[in-house]
C-alpha cells in the first residue's frame, strides 16, 4: 500500500523527514486505538482527514476511507450478532446449537458502530501515512536496522504494485475475451493466475535486487541532515497527540461506557480534548515555508 | 585483463532436460561493444544472468567452467559483489525498478555499496546527467512511460561505472525513438568512459553499426563470433540484418552489416546504379507493386483529408471497390480524468479484409485506439462502430492464461496442451493467445493487435506476419500496433502513424515507411522510399542491369 500510493507533494507534512512523519501517522492511529467515545473518534477521523487535505493527498485517502466502510459495517454487525452483553435487545435471534440464543442488543449494535468508526479511523491514518511518507526513506532506515527486513520490506512495497498491475492485466485480457466483465469464476481465476505468478514476479524483482548489488557487504551510511521546522513541529505534535492518549486513559476522560447501557458523557472535558487533539495534531500544517 | 572471460561454460537450469549452455568460450575486453545474436531460447539471456552471477548463484542449476567478471570468479562471488563491476538491465522495465522515486532508484545501487552520501549524491547527478534523465530525478517511478523507465533501469546500472555493462534486449519495448536514443547513450559511454558492453538483440539492425563484435549463439553453443561484417556474411538468413538480406537476394556478392555500408556496397556496383539520397524520391527506377498494393490492385492514397490529414470517411478500399466497414471511430477522444486528452477527434475506418499497421512513439495512443475499437473502454466523445465481434490480443499474451496447462485455457492446442504456458517460448504463447482470442465466441470481424513483436526473434515475427496476411485474405479486418517497421512492411498494406492522440499520417504501407525518418525499413533507407522489404529491394535491384565491382 505504501509503495502503490506515495505521492511528492508540496506540503509541510511531505517536508518532514519520513521518520519524523510516520511517527506523527502510527500516533495519530495509536490515539484513534485507545479512543472509545464518539466525539473523541469523530475527532481523530476529522483530523485525518483535514490532514489529507493539507498533505494534498485527499484524494488517496478518500478512496481509502471508500473501500474501509463496507468494512466498517461488517465489523458492526459482527459484534451485534456475538457479543451477549447490553440490556436493551431490539432482536430476539433464533437458538443456535452450542451458541445459544443470538439476540441482538441495541448496546452491542452501538458499540460495533464505535469500533466500526475506529477502523475507519486508523485506516485514514496509514492511507495518510502511505500517501504521504516516502517509502524509500523508510526502506533505508529499516535496511539499517537489519539487511533481511530491508530485503523483506522491499520485496514487498514493490511486489504490490507489480501484483497489483499484473492482476489489471489478467482481468483486462479476460474483458476483451468475453466482450464484458469477468464472471465470478473468470475473476476467481485472474486472483488465483495472480498469486501463482506471485513467486516468478518475486524472482524478477529479487534477481534485480540482487544485480543492484542489495545483499553486498557495504554499510548503508546515513546521511547527515539538518532539523527542519517541520521535523521539529510535526515531532512535538506526535508528542503531544501521545500525551493527550494517555492522559485521556489514565485519567479516564472520556467517561464512555458501552455496556451494560451506553453511556456518552458530553462535558466540557470530552469537548475540551477533542479540541485539543485537533489542534496538536494540525498545527504543523499551518506552517507552509520551505514545503516544495 | 578481460572484461569478462568464460572458459568451457556449461550450464543447465534445475529440472532442465537439456543444458542452457554448451562449453561456451569467449572474452569481451574492456572498451568492446559486443552484441549477442541468437532466436529464442538459444541461451543469450542465459548468457548474461551467468556473467551477472545469477547464474548459478540466484537460479541454481548445474554449472561447468569458469566464469570471470571483472576479475571476479562467479564460483567465488555473488551477484551482490559482482554489481560493483558490471552493470545489468534486463528486458522488462517493470520489474527493474524498485525504489519508489528516481533519485533513490539511481542512489540505491551506490548506498549498497555503502558510499558515503556525499559520494552517492554525486553519483546520483552524474548518473542522470549522463542519461539525460536530471529532469525525473524527483518523479515518481510509477509514473515514468516504459521508455523512461528503461533508462532509469540503465542509469541505475551505470551509476558508480561499472567496466562492464550486460544488457538483455534492452529495446524491445520501446519505439524507435527511445530505442535509439537509448543506443546511443550506450554509444556514448561506451566510447567516452571505455565500458565494454554486451548487449542481447533480437533487432540486430539496431545495434550493429555501434558493434566491435558479434557472437552468435545456438543452442546454447557460440556459432559465430567476429566482426559485424562477417558475421553479416556468415548469417542465416532468419539472423540476416534487413541490408544483408537484400543484397544477398539480389545477387550482389557483398553482404553489409549496416545502411551505411550496404550504401557503400550498391555505390560500388560497376554499371552506376543510380541510388537516390533522400527519401521520397524514386530516382527514375521503377518501383514495384507489391507494398502499398493488393493483388496488383492499387490502393487509394488517402480517405478524403480535413486540415491536411487523411481521414477515412468509410471502410477501406480495394481495387478502387469500398470494402465494407469493420471497425470504424468517429470523431472519438479519450480524456483521462484529471489527465490528458489521449485520443483527440480520431477518424479512422477499416475495412474488411484490409491489413493495417498502427504506429507511433510510445504513449501517441496506440493501445487506447485499440481499446476503443475493441470496446475494452468507450471513447469519451465520439463514436466507436463495430460491424461484429472484434478480437483483441493485448501485449502479453501470458496475460491470457489463466491455467496451469495450456490445453485448459487454449482448446485445439496440441503438443503443446500439457505444457505449462510459462514453459512455451514467447512466439508459441503468442501463437496460443491470437487463436484463443480469434476462436473465443463468433467469427471476429476485426482482429487487434497490440505490439505482438515484442521480443520475439524474426522467424516467429515472419510466421505471425504470414498469419496476418491469411486473416486479412479470408475476410477479417487486421489492426497491429507496432513499433517493428521491417514487420509492419511484410504484411500491412496501409500504415497509420499516430502522433499526439491523432493520425498524422494514412496511407499505403510503402508511402508511410518509405518516405519515413525514424519509422522507416532499412531497405527503404538504402533505395530511398519505393521498396520496404528485402524482397521487393531486390527485385527493384534486379530490374536494373548491375554487374559487381571487382
Known amino acids: 500500500m505504501i509503495a502503490a500510493t506515495h505521492r511528492r507533494r508540496a506540503s509541510p507534512l511531505h517536508a518532514a523527514r519520513a521518520g519524523v512523519?510516520?511517527?506523527?501517522?502510527?500516533?495519530?492511529?495509536?490515539?484513534?486505538?485507545?479512543?472509545?467515545?464518539?466525539?473523541?473518534?469523530?475527532?481523530?477521523?476529522?483530523?485525518?482527514?483535514?490532514?489529507?487535505?493539507?498533505?494534498?493527498?485527499?484524494?488517496?485517502?478518500?478512496?481509502?476511507?471508500?473501500?474501509?466502510?463496507?468494512l466498517a459495517v461488517v465489523i458492526a454487525v459482527v459484534n451485534a450478532l456475538v457479543d451477549r452483553n447490553g440490556v436493551t435487545v431490539v432482536f430476539r435471534g433464533a437458538t443456535v446449537p452450542g451458541l445459544g440464543r443470538l439476540d441482538v442488543t441495541a448496546e452491542a449494535l452501538a458499540y460495533g458502530g464505535i469500533l466500526g468508526v475506529r477502523a475507519v479511523a486508523i485506516i485514514a491514518c496509514a492511507a495518510?501515512?502511505?500517501?504521504?511518507?516516502?517509502?524509500?526513506?523508510?526502506?533505508?532506515?529499516?535496511?539499517?536496522?537489519?539487511?533481511?527486513?530491508?530485503?523483506?520490506?522491499?520485496?514487498?512495497?514493490?511486489?504490490?504494485?507489480?501484483?497489483?498491475?499484473?492482476?489489471?492485466?489478467?482481468?483486462?485480457?479476460?474483458?476483451?475475451?468475453?466482450?464484458?466483465?469477468?464472471?465470478?469464476?473468470?475473476?476467481?481465476?485472474?486472483?488465483?493466475?495472480?498469486?501463482?505468478?506471485?513467486?516468478?514476479?518475486?524472482?524478477?524483482?529479487?534477481?534485480?535486487l540482487e544485480v543492484r548489488g542489495f545483499g553486498s557487504a557495504g554499510r548503508l551510511q546515513r546521511a547527515p541532515r539538518p532539523v527542519s521546522r517541520h521535523d521539529l513541529a510535526f515531532g512535538a505534535s506526535a508528542l503531544g497527540l501521545a500525551a493527550l492518549g494517555i492522559a485521556s486513559g489514565v485519567g479516564?476522560?472520556?467517561?464512555?461506557?458501552?455496556?451494560?447501557?451506553?453511556?456518552?458523557?458530553?462535558?466540557?472535558?470530552?469537548?475540551?480534548?477533542?479540541?485539543?487533539?485537533?489542534?496538536?495534531?494540525?498545527?504543523?500544517?499551518?506552517?507552509?515555508?520551505?514545503?516544495? | 585483463m578481460s572484461a569478462l572471460a568464460l572458459d568451457g561454460v556449461t550450464y543447465a537450469y534445475p529440472d532442465a532436460d537439456g543444458a542452457a549452455l554448451r562449453d561456451v568460450t569467449l572474452a569481451v575486453e574492456p572498451g568492446e561493444f559486443v552484441v549477442l545474436a541468437g532466436g529464442s531460447g538459444s541461451g543469450k539471456s542465459t548468457l548474461l544472468r551467468a556473467a551477472a552471477g545469477l547464474v548459478p548463484h540466484f537460479h541454481g542449476g548445474t554449472f561447468a567452467g569458469r566464469l570471470v567478471c571483472g576479475g571476479l570468479d562467479t564460483r567465488e562471488h555473488g551477484p551482490a559483489e559482482l554489481a560493483a563491476v558490471a552493470g545489468t538491465l534486463f528486458q522488462d522495465p517493470e520489474t527493474q525498478v524498485v525504489m519508489?522515486?528516481?533519485?533513490?532508484?539511481?542512489?540505491?545501487?551506490?548506498?549498497?555499496?555503502?558510499?558515503?552520501?556525499?559520494?552517492?549524491?554525486?553519483?546520483?547527478?552524474?548518473?542522470?546527467?549522463?542519461?539525460?534523465?536530471?529532469?525525473?530525478?524527483?518523479?515518481?517511478?510509477?509514473?515514468?512511460?516504459?521508455?523512461?523507465?528503461q533508462r532509469?533501469?540503465?542509469?541505475?546500472?551505470?551509476?558508480?561505472?561499472?567496466?562492464?555493462?550486460?544488457?538483455?534486449?534492452?529495446?524491445?519495448?520501446?519505439?524507435?525513438?527511445?530505442?535509439?536514443?537509448?543506443?546511443?547513450?550506450l554509444r556514448r559511454v561506451n566510447e567516452e568512459w571505455g565500458t565494454a558492453v554486451l548487449v542481447a538483440e533480437h533487432r540486430l539492425e539496431r545495434c550493429l553499426p555501434a558493434a566491435d563484435r558479434v557472437v552468435a549463439l545456438e543452442n546454447g553453443a557460440v556459432a559465430f563470433d567476429g566482426d559485424p561484417s562477417a558475421f553479416a556474411a556468415w548469417a542465416p538468413p532468419e539472423l540476416q540484418p534487413p541490408v544483408t538480406r537484400l543484397c544477398a537476394l539480389a545477387g550482389i556478392p557483398a553482404r553489409p552489416a549496416t545502411v551505411k555500408a550496404a550504401r557503400q556496397a550498391l555505390a560500388n556496383l560497376k554499371g552506376g546504379l543510380s541510388l537516390p539520397t533522400s527519401s521520397g524520391t524514386n530516382g527514375g527506377l521503377s518501383l514495384p507493386t507489391s507494398r502499398g498494393t493488393n493483388g496488383g490492385l492499387s490502393l487509394p492514397t488517402s480517405r478524403g483529408t480535413k486540415g491536411g490529414l487523411s481521414l477515412p470517411t468509410s471502410g477501406g478500399t480495394k481495387g478502387g471497390l469500398s470494402l465494407p466497414m469493420a471497425i470504424a471511430l468517429r470523431g472519438a477522444w479519450f480524456e483521462v480524468k484529471d489527465g490528458p486528452a489521449i485520443l483527440k477527434g480520431v477518424d479512422v475506418a477499416i475495412g474488411a479484409g484490409e491489413a493495417v499497421a498502427l504506429m507511433g512513439r510510445n504513449g501517441a495512443g496506440k493501445s487506447t485506439l485499440l481499446r476503443l475499437l475493441a470496446g475494452l473502454i468507450e471513447p469519451t466523445r465520439g463514436k466507436a462502430m463495430r460491424a461484429g465481434?472484434?478480437?483483441?490480443?493485448?501485449?502479453?499474451?501470458?496475460?491470457?492464461?489463466?491455467?496451469?496447462?495450456?490445453?485448459?485455457?487454449?482448446?485445439?492446442?496440441?503438443?503443446?496442451?500439457?505444457?505449462?504456458?510459462?514453459?512455451?517460448?514467447?512466439?508459441?504463447?503468442?501463437?496460443?493467445?491470437?487463436?484463443?482470442?480469434?476462436?473465443?465466441?463468433?467469427?471476429?470481424?476485426?482482429?487487434l493487435l497490440d505490439e505482438p513483436t515484442r521480443g520475439m526473434?524474426?522467424?516467429?515475427?515472419?510466421?505471425?506476419?504470414?498469419?496476418?496476411?491469411?486473416?486479412?485474405?479470408?475476410?477479417?479486418?487486421?489492426?497491429?500496433?507496432?513499433?517493428?517497421?521491417?514487420?509492419?512492411?511484410?504484411?500491412?498494406?496501409?500504415?497509420?502513424?499516430?502522433?499526439?492522440?491523432?493520425?498524422?499520417?494514412?496511407?499505403?504501407?510503402?508511402?508511410?515507411?518509405?518516405?519515413?525518418?525514424?519509422?522507416?525499413?532499412?531497405?527503404?533507407?538504402?533505395?530511398?522510399?519505393?521498396?520496404?522489404?528485402?524482397?521487393?529491394?531486390?527485385?527493384?535491384?534486379?530490374?536494373?542491369?548491375?554487374?559487381?565491382?571487382?
Open chain 1, 21 to 70: 512523519a510516520g511517527a506523527w501517522c502510527l500516533t495519530l492511529g495509536l490515539v484513534a486505538l485507545s479512543f472509545e467515545h464518539p466525539l473523541l473518534l469523530a475527532a481523530v477521523l476529522g483530523v485525518a482527514v483535514a490532514a489529507a487535505a493539507g498533505a494534498r493527498v485527499g484524494r488517496a485517502v478518500g478512496r481509502a476511507l471508500a473501500w474501509s466502510l463496507p
Open chain 1, 128 to 208: 495518510l501515512l502511505a500517501a504521504a511518507v516516502d517509502p524509500d526513506e523508510l526502506l533505508r532506515a529499516v535496511r539499517r536496522r537489519s539487511l533481511r527486513a530491508g530485503v523483506t520490506a522491499a520485496l514487498a512495497t514493490h511486489l504490490v504494485g507489480v501484483l497489483a498491475r499484473d492482476g489489471r492485466r489478467l482481468a483486462e485480457a479476460q474483458r476483451s475475451l468475453t466482450g464484458g466483465p469477468p464472471r465470478a469464476a473468470a475473476r476467481l481465476g485472474v486472483v488465483r493466475a495472480v498469486a501463482a505468478g506471485a513467486l516468478d514476479r518475486a524472482t524478477d524483482v529479487a534477481a534485480t
Open chain 1, 252 to 292: 479516564g476522560w472520556e467517561g464512555f461506557e458501552a455496556y451494560p447501557r451506553v453511556v456518552v458523557p458530553l462535558e466540557p472535558r470530552q469537548v475540551v480534548l477533542a479540541v485539543a487533539v485537533a489542534a496538536c495534531a494540525l498545527l504543523p500544517f499551518a506552517d507552509r515555508r520551505g514545503i516544495a
Open chain 2, 100 to 149: 519508489a522515486t528516481v533519485r533513490s532508484e539511481l542512489a540505491f545501487p551506490l548506498e549498497n555499496r555503502g558510499w558515503s552520501p556525499a559520494a552517492v549524491a554525486r553519483g546520483v547527478e552524474e548518473a542522470a546527467l549522463a542519461l539525460g534523465i536530471a529532469s525525473l530525478l524527483d518523479r515518481s517511478t510509477r509514473e515514468l512511460s516504459g521508455g523512461e523507465l
Open chain 2, 152 to 185: 532509469v533501469a540503465l542509469g541505475a546500472a551505470l551509476a558508480g561505472r561499472p567496466e562492464l555493462l550486460l544488457l538483455d534486449e534492452p529495446t524491445s519495448q520501446l519505439d524507435p525513438v527511445a530505442g535509439d536514443e537509448l543506443l546511443a547513450v
Open chain 2, 389 to 447: 465481434r472484434v478480437a483483441l490480443l493485448l501485449q502479453n499474451p501470458g496475460d491470457y492464461f489463466l491455467h496451469d496447462r495450456v490445453g485448459d485455457d487454449v482448446p485445439g492446442a496440441g503438443a503443446l496442451a500439457d505444457r505449462h504456458p510459462r514453459d512455451v517460448s514467447g512466439g508459441e504463447r503468442q501463437r496460443l493467445a491470437l487463436e484463443l482470442v480469434l476462436t473465443t465466441g463468433a467469427a471476429p470481424v476485426a482482429v
Open chain 2, 457 to 550: 526473434d524474426r522467424g516467429h515475427g515472419a510466421r505471425l506476419a504470414a498469419r496476418l496476411q491469411q486473416l486479412a485474405a479470408g475476410g477479417t479486418a487486421v489492426l497491429v500496433a507496432t513499433h517493428d517497421a521491417e514487420f509492419a512492411a511484410a504484411w500491412a498494406t496501409r500504415t497509420i502513424l499516430l502522433g499526439d492522440g491523432r493520425p498524422v499520417a494514412d496511407a499505403p504501407t510503402a508511402e508511410v515507411l518509405g518516405g519515413g525518418w525514424y519509422f522507416a525499413t532499412q531497405t527503404a533507407r538504402v533505395l530511398g522510399g519505393g521498396a520496404l522489404t528485402p524482397e521487393d529491394g531486390a527485385a527493384r535491384l534486379r530490374q536494373q542491369p548491375v554487374e559487381a565491382a571487382p
